[in-house]
């Protein structure tokens, strides 16, 4: 499933979004509103200080306003000093907050969302949205929105400042607004969509670079270095030539809004000179209207640089509500039933599963009651559709038609953490996390009691190298595990499982990577874990479930043989001539 909108939002939906994002902080954002509104005042002041600077004291020479005008100088700088630190502190922090909870969400969201949803789309896309878009959405709450409301402020303080010192000279600057609105708008427009387009290919580049190093083994084995080195720089070179077109309109957006001004500037230079020159203005009093409009122009010229990144923002804003819209299909019930104890055994009721709508079935019409307690066994050829089968249990993925029960109740009437925590699972990928082992162990939220946990790594035959390690179970074992050998770290995925104490067990292929040795205690280990539970053991090793209650064999989605090991190789069907296969008869044993 990739990762598009329900519903296309346009910009004022957009807004209103955000603006929810934002509003829990409007209490912070009131104080910083006036500040800044004292910082477009004293913008103001400033210009209007030219004027008996000029004329009190450069022209009349008043040594009275020598006193005065100094101090008031000061006070102005004072006060817009601690405007700006108010402004700045406050909207920076509403940025950190909203950025934060933004994250927070979008990994909620991810959590929630269905297998199919997840494993469907590249791991760049999800961080991508979680890491830069986010900040990118910070920068908008924190910067570009204040400074737009700041220079709008200045703006309209400085304006009516101007119009009120000469109301034809105002009009005759006001003739270049339109069009420097009208470029305003189109560089935004087109920040927008080159915004979104390198967001999305900046995906790219976050994906390639976490499939190289999650897959650097491989990439050095197979000495894929040179092909990995160009495709990532055909990725990078997408990447540059569309901040390159990004680049050029932020490059020309200034220029534009310079031209603007100069023929602005140069209108009210001429008419203001002849005025000056008939007597109908003094020197100060034309400085000071200058100074004004020029002060106003420099907020108006960033308007432009303004609105860029606010496009910027929105194209990351898009972004980030397309994701939470993609709703979770896979969800506890409103009113979820008790969750049950698994003292009766687990159903598969008439159970039939595609992926999608148009794949055919993996799982036709399947019917199959577990004792509580028993292990089954489930073989058959790559695609039978074995693991889909364990993966419906704990509602990875949901039944298309049928029904799972556990004790009569249909597991869609529990609760998804009730449901979960009856099931432990062991599998061939085992997933440590950067840790310590404790943690490793606890991960499965059995306990934190220490000697729980070192019980649960006695049991699972991992206690001996864990002592010899050199923080022993306080040792952090990397990203993945991967300072410990494939043996070691499945046997610290069964300790999980032992401490988590669940009555169902799941085993998908959990010694089909190991040596001999490693076999050997994983599978004591998986012995321990497997007494009292109800187990389904999935294994490419039939010598590993030889002592299963029963053996089921799938093909093509269907049981199409059960019974114990002895009956299904007196059979001579197609669980003997699978073990034929794997033991090197030539013929099926039983024919």
């Known amino acids: 499933m990739s990762l598009q909108p329900v519903n296309t939002v346009d910009n004022k939906a957009l807004f209103l979004r955000f603006k929810d994002e934002v509003w829990p902080y409007r209490w912070l954002l009131l104080p910083a509103m006036v500040a800044m509104m004292v910082m477009a005042g004293t913008n103001g002041a400033i210009a209007y200080m030219v004027q008996p600077i ?13 006193l005065i ?14 405007a700006y630190f108010v402004q700045t502190y406050l909207m920076e922090y509403v940025g950190l907050r909203v950025v934060r909870s933004m994250q927070v969400r979008l990994y909620n969201h991810l959590l929630a969302l269905d297998m199919a949803q997840v494993l469907g789309n590249a791991t760049g896309g999800y961080i991508s949205r979680i890491i830069s878009d986010t900040n990118l959405l910070k920068s908008a709450a924190s ?18 400042m101007v119009f009120y010192q000469n109301f034809e000279l105002a009009l005759v600057s006001a003739i270049g607004l339109p069009a420097a609105g009208f470029l305003i708008y189109r560089f935004g427009r087109r920040m927008r969509k080159l915004s979104r387009i390198r967001q999305e290919r900046m995906e790219s580049v976050v994906s390639h670079l976490e499939q190289t190093i999650s897959g650097l083994r491989v990439v050095r084995a197979f000495n894929m270095e040179p092909r990995e080195r160009a495709e990532f720089r055909h990725i990078t070179k997408a990447v540059f030539a569309i901040q390159k077109k990004a680049i050029f309109v932020r490059a020309v957006s200034n220029p534009s809004m310079d031209i603007i001004a100069g023929l602005v500037i140069f209108g009210v230079i001429t008419y203001a000179g002849n005025a000056i020159i008939e007597g109908q ?6 400085f000071s209207f200058l100074t004004a409009l020029i002060m106003a ?5 960033r308007f432009t640089s303004l609105n860029n990144a606010l496009q910027e923002s929105l194209a990351a804003a898009r972004r980030v509500f397309e994701f939470l819209d993609i709703p979770p299909t896979i969800v506890s019930p409103p009113a979820p039933r008790e969750t049950p104890a698994v003292t009766q055994g687990v159903n598969f009721n008439n159970v039939t599963f595609r992926y999608a709508p148009d ?3 993996v799982l036709r019409d399947l019917n199959l009651s577990v004792r509580a307690g028993e292990r089954i066994a489930l073989v058959g050829q790559s695609g039978s559709g074995k693991s889909t089968l364990v993966n419906l249990l704990p509602r990875f993925y949901d039944v298309t038609e049928g029904a799972i029960e556990i004790d009569g109740v249909d597991i869609r009437d529990i609760s998804m953490r009730g449901l979960r925590s009856r099931i432990s699972m ?3 990928e085992v997933i440590l996390f950067n840790d310590s082992v404790r943690n490793n162990i606890a991960y499965g939220g059995g306990s934190d009691d220490p000697d729980k946990i070192r019980q649960a790594a006695a049991d699972a035959n991992a206690l001996e190298f864990i002592e010899k390690l050199p923080e022993g179970f306080d040792t952090v074992i990397g990203d993945r595990g991967v300072k410990l050998s494939g043996g070691q770290r499945q046997r610290l995925s069964i300790a999980r499982s032992i401490l988590k104490d669940s009555p169902i067990l799941i085993l998908d292929e959990a010694t089909s990577a190991l040596d001999t040795e490693s076999e050997r205690l994983v599978q004591q280990a998986l012995d321990r874990l497997m007494e ?3 187990t389904l053991v999935i294994a490419h090793r039939l010598s590993t479930i030889q002592n299963a209650d029963r053996i089921l064999v799938l093909r093509n989605g269907v049981i199409v043989e059960m019974g114990s090991h002895a009956v299904l190789l007196e059979k001579g069907g197609e669980y003997a001539r699978l073990h034929a296969i794997q033991f090197h008869n030539e013929e099926p044993i039983g024919n």
């Open 359 to 361: 794949l055919p079935p």
């Open 54 to 66: 000029l004329d009190d004291l450069f022209i009349k020479q008043d040594r009275q306003m020598l």
């Open 281 to 286: 203005t003094t020197t100060g009093a034309f």
């Open 297 to 301: 122009y420099t907020p108006i010229k």
């Open 426 to 428: 062991v599998t061939q």
């Open 532 to 534: 009292g539970r109800t």
């Open 143 to 160: 910067s570009v929105i204040a400074n737009i409301f700041r220079e709008g402020f200045t703006v309209i303080v400085l304006l009516g």
């Open 69 to 82: 005008v100094p101090m008031v100088i000061l006070a102005i700088f004072l006060v817009r000093g601690a």
